[in-house]
């Protein structure tokens, strides 16, 4: 009788205990739980209403109908959550869960990432997207994930073009002018190669920077330049193609390696509801739109011959071998598969 009651008197003492370990146990998984809902707050420099804004919507709607409403997107446009470089940086940490980037703006977590900027690395935009869907994506893949980045679609913002208050046709016309650029070595280099003064500039200083003469030039696209009203301070845009502007969605590796397989699958299906290709040609064609608006508002456009173009496309391995070199091992083989799939993208 007193053995029996001891048992009982222990085994009621072990009772709560083990319910304790179960309601811990319970609360622990309750994250992964398939009906709980997930909200991602996506950091965005798009001004509200722009495309770049609606296509991020779009991403969103897109996958709260692939998760059944279980992952919630929320934009945050005009850079809301901070800068590129900070924000980035959050991500990584789980502070900020998603966001769009211009891929020189990733190249500050991953440099590699800088390479897919070139300028005058692909014959075609055809020949870009080949190249970044086919070759290039799996690389980028694997380099984000290694710095705390899951890849989750290409974005895109058009070509570079040159803009100033003259025409630069041609290299030598460049020489000596003071050429402004986002923080990159990729471009400040090729800048430096063709003989111009690279002058790197945040975004707030380029208007007064090309009005009063500090600065000449710079490199960007349509879709910035002209809502931007930096066309009415550099009214010329020399159509150049200098160099691919494409935007990267990702998402916190922690945070989306945490979700149960199936969520990341309807994730990942949310995410490509959309084709890229559908994504670059509505850009591209807003590109247009705006530059022809520019052109009947009196801005100038001038196109370069193909002669002018071979001009700017020569002697460019020593650049590239020198960059490519700078990143070691990852630079090497990303530019590998640039390269190879150039050959296999011409055909």
């Not at 109908?65 to 470089?85: C, M, Y």
């Not at 940086?89 to 440099?111: D, K, N, W, Y």
Request: glycine share 8%.
């Amino acid at each position: 009788m007193t053995t029996s009651l001891c048992t009982t008197r222990r085994t009621t003492r072990r009772a709560p205990r083990r319910a304790l370990t179960t309601l811990a146990l319970a609360a622990a998984l309750a994250p992964l739980a398939a009906s709980a809902q997930v909200e991602l707050k996506y950091a965005s420099a798009a001004p509200p209403g722009s495309l770049f804004a609606k296509q991020i919507e779009r991403l969103a709607a897109d996958i709260a109908a692939e998760t059944g409403g279980k992952v919630k997107v929320n934009p945050f446009h005009n850079a809301q959550l901070g800068g590129e470089a900070d924000v980035i940086g959050q991500i990584v940490r789980g502070r900020v869960e998603m966001g769009g980037f211009a891929a020189a703006a990733l190249s500050l977590q991953t440099p590699e990432i800088g390479l897919l900027q070139l300028p005058f690395m692909f014959d075609s935009t055809a020949q870009r997207d080949c190249v970044l869907d086919n070759h290039a994506k799996p690389i980028v893949v694997e380099n984000l994930a290694k710095k705390g980045l899951h890849f989750v679609a290409w974005g895109e913002s058009g070509v570079n073009q040159i803009i100033g208050k003259k025409a630069y046709p041609t290299p030598a016309d460049v020489k000596g002018a003071k050429v402004a650029h986002f923080p990159g070595k990729v471009i400040s280099e090729f800048w430096r190669h063709v003989g111009a003064n690279p002058v790197p500039t945040s975004s707030a200083d380029l208007a007064s920077g090309l009005q009063t003469g500090l600065l000449d030039a710079m490199a960007t696209v349509p879709v910035y330049y002209i809502p931007s009203g930096l066309n009415k301070i550099a009214p010329t845009l020399t159509k150049v193609d200098l160099s691919a502007a494409m935007t990267v969605n990702v998402v916190s590796k922690s945070v989306y390696d945490k979700w149960p397989a199936d969520l990341r699958a309807a994730f990942d299906r949310g995410a490509a509801k959309t084709p890229t290709a559908q994504v670059r040609s509505e850009i591209r064609a807003l590109n247009e739109q705006l530059l022809k608006g520019h052109k009947d508002a009196g801005g100038t456009l001038v196109d370069v011959t193909p002669e002018q173009r071979a001009l700017w496309q020569k002697d460019l391995a020593p650049y590239y071998a020198s960059i490519v070199k700078d990143l070691g091992e990852p630079g090497a083989k990303l530019f590998a598969a640039l390269e190879a799939g150039k050959k296999v993208c011409a055909k």
